[in-house]
């Protein structure tokens, strides 16, 4: 069974299928389009779940591969060279499903340009993949700003009538942070490159050919502050944030759920990658530090999400905060941390995917996301209403739901972390976020959905079977998980 799988054709085929649907051989009916790309994101998922199940670090099949011989650039020791550990099999499955439901989303939400939009989706889903494959630093960079390409193009388009005036200049904002944030990873990737070799007289890009116990503390520490902002921009990092609320704010629906549900989660899996796993060392000197960043994110944006009026920024804010949770698991820098980090991207991922997909349901039934204005739809929408209470249940950590084992983990590891005291008071002030982000979705679920019903909103319509088995997929994940977080914590332990 296992000789089916392929790392390479996990990451290229969405890469293949995307120019095959841009060139002039491929149908520009908007129905054929949808449902050969919803094929094309089925299949891949498919094709991921068998490779979770019948995953072995020890198969030759999973571990390290090389493309094209190997060699990319050879005098520098650069290959295009793949690998699949226990974390990643897990992010590559979740990227799989999560692009899934984007696709399914994007029949409700995608009303023009649908060639060049599911192109976008597909190139955009193989960058990410290639980040989470990718074993190689040179091979993780292209891929890294490979991913700017069409996340630009997916956030500023014109695709629907949600998209706004400002969506180009969100999208440019977008790209300026995250480029900006390029050059520091670079800077410390080059760096990185250049003293491995002087230690070693080996040059390799190789992320198991780095040996950074070699390299001066002072330089590794540079190093380290330098991937960390790269990585941080994108996690986002307390105050290198300011680009993703105005991003989800005017990209469509479809594109806000993958902004969310997995792009962030590749600035995390940076960490863990480079800072957690290569240059461990010097990761703990930085991690007490970096867990104020992660405190800051967890409790400072909570009170800026309570006070946002459009519900699509509330949870864009929430976002920022959860991915808080999952810096912090990393700085406790112990197995119970890192475990808990990857359950939190699991279901934090569903959860924003359930979030928005709401958002966007109560904008294309009543033209607006201001909760000023909202008001009484649950009584013309009970499912939606239904789907939303348990939702934003799971989101503020009520026990049989994914994130309350997500949060209680990370607050455990860094209690017990052996670095330093500020990790173990950072856990205790962190507690707090069970109430502040009980407050703003319980903001968001009452207001939006309870007191008086406005008048506009008398002939809304409840959910379709589309927006009925996307929400019903999220709510059976986070029951799933919460009921059984065995299936990722020994995945995950495994390592």
């Not at 499903?97 to 989706?121: D, E, G, T, V």
């Not at 796993?277 to 994110?297: D, H, R, T």
Request: glycine share 6%.
């Amino acid at each position: 069974m296992e000789k089916i799988f392929s790392i390479p054709f996990l990451v290229f085929m969405p890469m293949l299928m995307s120019f095959f649907i841009m060139s002039p051989f491929f149908t520009s009916n908007e129905i054929s389009i949808r449902r050969f790309a919803k094929g094309v994101f089925s299949f891949h998922f498919l094709y991921a779940t068998l490779m979770l199940i019948f995953f072995d670090s020890a198969n030759p099949y999973f571990s390290q591969i090389h493309l094209l011989g190997g060699d990319w650039v050879q005098s520098l020791g650069i290959k295009f060279a793949f690998q699949i550990d226990s974390i990643s099999i897990i992010l590559v499955a979740l990227t799989s499903f999560i692009f899934l439901l984007a696709s399914i989303s994007s029949k409700m939400n995608i009303r023009m340009n649908h060639k060049f939009y599911y192109s976008m989706m597909l190139l955009l889903m193989s960058a990410i993949l290639g980040i989470f494959t990718a074993n190689d630093m040179f091979l993780f960079f292209m891929f890294w700003e490979l991913e700017l390409i069409p996340a630009y193009f997916l956030i500023g388009g014109k695709y629907s009538n949600e998209v706004t005036p400002d969506a180009k200049k969100s999208a440019t904002k977008f790209v300026l942070f995250t480029f900006l944030g390029s050059m520091f990873m670079l800077l410390g990737i080059l760096l990185l490159h250049y003293y491995n070799y002087v230690a070693t007289g080996t040059l390799s890009a190789t992320f198991s050919d780095v040996i950074d116990s070699y390299i001066p503390v002072g330089i590794q520490l540079f190093i380290a502050i330098c991937l960390i902002i790269g990585f941080g921009v994108k996690l986002p990092i307390v105050p290198l944030h300011t680009w993703l609320p105005d991003a989800h704010t005017n990209a469509p629906t479809p594109v806000s759920i993958i902004l969310a549900g997995i792009l962030l989660k590749t600035g995390a899996y940076g960490i863990y990658r480079f800072n957690y796993e290569m240059m461990g060392e010097s990761f703990k000197i930085v991690a007490p530090v970096l867990a104020v960043f992660a405190f800051l994110n967890i409790i400072y944006i909570a009170f800026v999400a309570y006070a946002q009026t459009d519900i699509k920024r509330i949870v864009a804010y929430s976002s920022i905060s959860n991915m808080g949770l999952i810096l912090l698991g990393l700085c406790a820098c112990n197995q119970l941390g890192l475990s808990a980090s990857v359950f939190h991207m699991v279901a934090h991922a569903l959860v924003t995917a359930g979030l928005f997909t709401i958002c966007g349901i109560v904008y294309l039934r009543c033209k607006t996301r201001d909760i000023r204005v909202l008001g009484g739809i649950a009584q013309n929408m009970p499912r939606l209403f239904g789907f939303a209470t348990l939702i934003v249940l799971a989101s503020i950590g009520i026990p049989v739901f994914a994130p309350f084992i997500s949060e209680i983990l990370t607050i455990i590891s860094a209690l017990f972390s052996d670095l330093s005291i500020v990790l173990k008071i950072t856990s205790i002030l962190s507690l707090p976020l069970l109430i502040a982000s009980s407050c703003y979705m319980l903001k968001f679920l009452h207001e939006a959905f309870f007191g008086e019903k406005q008048g506009c909103f008398e002939k809304v319509n409840d959910i379709s079977v589309h927006e009925f088995v996307i929400l019903a997929s999220v709510v059976a994940g986070l029951v799933l998980f919460g009921l059984y977080p065995n299936a990722i914590l020994n995945f995950v332990g495994a390592i």
